[in-house]
């Protein structure tokens, strides 16, 4: 079973190196757009010294508060095309890695926010990268996810066409299934929103 869950992985490392030069111009990278302004006003209240980007593409969330001397700047993909981009884009305002979000090299109560947009319907195993969220993050830190819902109606299809694609989709999760999800993870959801009528956006505190 897990080696089936490994394919996700692998076709989204795959999707994602083909995509890096022209993803912030069309397909996936603009759907995310109109996400980032909602991300970056919760980051920004919480006024963090370290953050990390899980899932952090090209950049595009660190790339709006790199002029921030405030706080410190780390981002993580599983595609090395991605996190190529973004090292161009980023110089040295952010210490960027290639990784698997399961197994992040980050020492235990590092981050002060842990921001994970438009990445974690992407993820096979989402206990395991909240749990490697949660050691990483302060006790007082802040988990923010961004991510792409669907209607009721429409989300069990979305969910079995994932299953069958190869673009390293895995889930997408209604507001009900993404607050359960990160109280069986030891976090306690907060301030879920609607973006748009296609994405959310969620805080979390450890409890």
């Known amino acids: 079973m897990q080696n089936n869950k490994n394919i996700f992985k692998e076709n989204s490392k795959i999707n ?3 995509q890096a030069e022209f993803y912030d111009e069309r397909g996936d990278g603009k759907f995310v757009a109109p996400m980032y302004g909602e991300i970056i006003n919760r980051i920004l209240i919480e006024k963090p010294k370290k953050l990390l980007d899980v899932g952090c593409g090209t950049g595009n969330v660190l790339m709006k508060l790199k002029t921030n001397e405030e706080v410190q700047l780390y981002g993580l993909d599983i595609s090395e095309k991605m996190i190529e981009t973004a090292r ?3 110089g ?3 210490e960027l890695k290639v990784g698997d979000s399961e197994n992040m090299a980050w020492e235990d109560n590092f981050f002060d926010v842990i921001v994970c947009n438009a990445s974690f319907h992407h993820y096979p ?3 395991k ?5 949660k050691r990483m993050l302060k006790n007082d830190g802040t988990l923010i996810i961004g991510d792409p819902t669907a209607p ?3 989300r069990p299809i979305i969910n079995i066409y994932c299953k069958v694609s190869n673009n390293g989709d895995y889930r997408i999760y209604s ?3 993404i607050e359960e999800l990160l109280m069986r993870c030891g976090f306690e959801p907060i301030n879920f929103k609607m973006i748009n009528c ?3 956006a969620i805080n979390a505190k450890i409890k």
Request: net charge positive; aromatic share 12%; hydrophobic share 40%.
């Open 16 to 18: 994602y190196n083909k």
């Open 88 to 90: 161009k884009r980023l």
């Open 92 to 94: 040295n305002k952010a």
């Open 125 to 127: 195993n989402p206990e």
């Open 129 to 133: 990268v909240l749990l490697e969220m």
């Open 152 to 154: 009721v109606i429409f």
């Open 175 to 177: 507001k009900r299934e």
């Open 198 to 200: 296609k994405s959310f």
